[in-house]
């Protein structure tokens, strides 16, 4: 299986600081995906990092990429309440069956007040 | 709005009454997909389509059907619903498998 794996399966913090999740993955990827849920609702696309790049920003977000290691990392700078949320990584299948795509069972993220 | 709508948003049914949940997407994507997410399992891959006529299997196609007669269209059938298939369900689209995908807003389905 290509699942990625995320780490911590949660997180707690205060408002303001620095939130880290790290996904680990099996096969070589074309590229990692990361995703945001609230509670119940659907998924939201963050960023992609593809297998060419080593770092990607996106406001307050920070994604790094390093294939040597299979692992990808997900930085939320001076974390808001309102990041409160389960975080996914994903990875799709490469080739003929690119539909595959492999989420990990994700990161719980508390930001308080 | 660019958007995946899925219907409905809740289900309760009984066990055996063939069901369908719609999954519709404007953005002219190539790729949908449905999954199902559940306590400590994640997100599960049930099938995914690349194309009008295209679909394959995830990881639990088990129980499950799908059709892709048109590209904006990715309904799924459940024909004979057991109480395991109760889950909250999600529909996806990408352009391309090689992009983010846009999730729908769930499906929450209770099979009793």
């Known amino acids: 299986s290509q699942q990625g794996e995320e780490d911590p399966q949660a997180l707690s913090i205060q408002e303001g600081e620095n939130a880290t999740m790290n996904c680990s993955y099996k096969?070589?990827?074309?590229?990692l995906q990361w995703y945001r849920q609230n509670s119940g609702r659907g998924l939201v696309h963050l960023i992609l990092i593809r297998s060419n790049e080593r770092e990607k920003h996106s406001g307050r977000l920070r994604v790094t990429l390093d294939t040597s290691k299979k692992s990808s990392s997900l930085l939320i700078t001076a974390s808001r309440a309102a990041d409160t949320a389960s975080y996914f990584c994903?990875?799709?299948?490469?080739?003929?069956?690119?539909?595959?795509?492999?989420f990990g069972r994700g990161t719980q993220l508390t930001v308080w007040p | 709005e660019a958007q995946v709508t899925q219907n409905p948003r809740y289900l309760i049914t009984v066990t055996g009454k063939k069901l369908t949940v719609t999954c519709s997407q404007n953005m002219n994507h190539e790729y949908m997909s449905w999954y199902r997410q559940d306590p400590g399992l994640g997100l599960r891959q049930i099938y995914y389509s690349m194309n009008v006529e295209v679909t394959d299997k995830g990881d639990v196609p088990e129980g499950y059907k799908v059709s892709r007669k048109e590209k904006r269209n990715f309904p799924l059938i459940l024909e004979s619903p057991s109480p395991n298939q109760t889950s909250l369900y999600f529909c996806?689209?990408?352009?391309?498998?090689?992009?983010?995908?846009?999730f729908g807003s769930g499906t929450r389905l209770t099979v009793v």
């Open positions: 096969t070589s990827i074309n590229n």
């Open positions: 994903a990875s799709p299948d490469r080739g003929s069956t690119l539909g595959r795509l492999y």
């Open positions: 996806a689209s990408s352009l391309t498998g090689d992009y983010g995908y846009t």
